[in-house]
């Protein structure tokens, strides 16, 4: 692949990238030439134009892609609102519907003087992190109980002055119960016999990312809930990402625990019922 110009190098990635199934192949060939020529997607768009050479190593990197390894973990990068953050074997690739979880707890925030804000399961520290850079003046903790995710989480918080704490989040930042203004999770959630299609899930993420426990995988989302309830001061805000089909269930769970009002089922931009949201009473 070297040998040819862009454009065909480009064309025969794409063919490859889509006998082996990859949902987008030609912005995912696209993606692997920018990223190993260290420019925009449309820069290269017009480089394949004007018909520049091939980067050396795409066609490693498209075999790589062929067997369904996250782009993501190719590049080293994923990008999250306006943050690019490490990401790598070990950690949860941050996913486009958090983006519209972490909106609804900026826009919770703005109206706060210096709100405190913690974000349960961390993970690469993409809500954690978009929180720290998009409200002025907030104070922002991190939790996560996987030590490789916290590495990562580590790597791209540490510029940012997020507190990162290394726990479960059943029990972790107890010396601050009752003081937080948000709270935000996206715990684990997919219940146990429910394993994903995409290889680039099941395969490259983590378990620990993945099931919340239980036949219905709220486990994790209740145990979330009610580190919230502990953390947030009276009037405190909680929004949590889930499956859309357990949208009815999350609702459920919080009005049934007394602690909660104003408990609104979220949608994202295609409409679907993938997160919930409620103040503390
Ligand atoms: C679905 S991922 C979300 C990661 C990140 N917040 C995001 O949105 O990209 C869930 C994260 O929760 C972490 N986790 C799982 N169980 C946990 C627990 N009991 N306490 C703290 N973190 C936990 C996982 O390791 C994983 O990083």
Known sequence: MESQDLAAALRAAAAVLAEAGVPSPRVDAELLAAHLLGESVGRVRALALAGAPAPEGLDGLVAERAQRVPLQH????????????QVGPGVFVPRPETE????HAIDHAHGLARPKMADLGTGSGAIAGALATEVPGSRVYAVE?????HAWAERNLAPLGVELVLGDLRTALAEHDGTFDVVVSNPP????????????VAEHDPQLAL??????????????????????KPGGYFIME?????????????????RWRDVATVLDLTGRERATSALLR
């Open 145 to 149: 109980l996987s030590e490789l995710a």
């Open 242 to 258: 889930h499956a859309e089909v357990q949208a009815a269930a999350v609702a459920r769970l919080l009005e049934a625990s007394g």
């Open 211 to 232: 099931y919340g426990g239980g036949a219905d995988g709220l486990e994790l989302p209740a145990a979330a809930a009610a580190a919230a309830a502990r953390l947030l």
């Open 74 to 85: 190719i590049t080293g990068r994923a990008q999250f609102r306006y943050l690019e953050l």
């Open 100 to 103: 519209i979880v972490v909106q």
């Open 189 to 200: 959630y997919i219940p146990a016999e429910a394993v994903p299609r995409e290889p680039e």
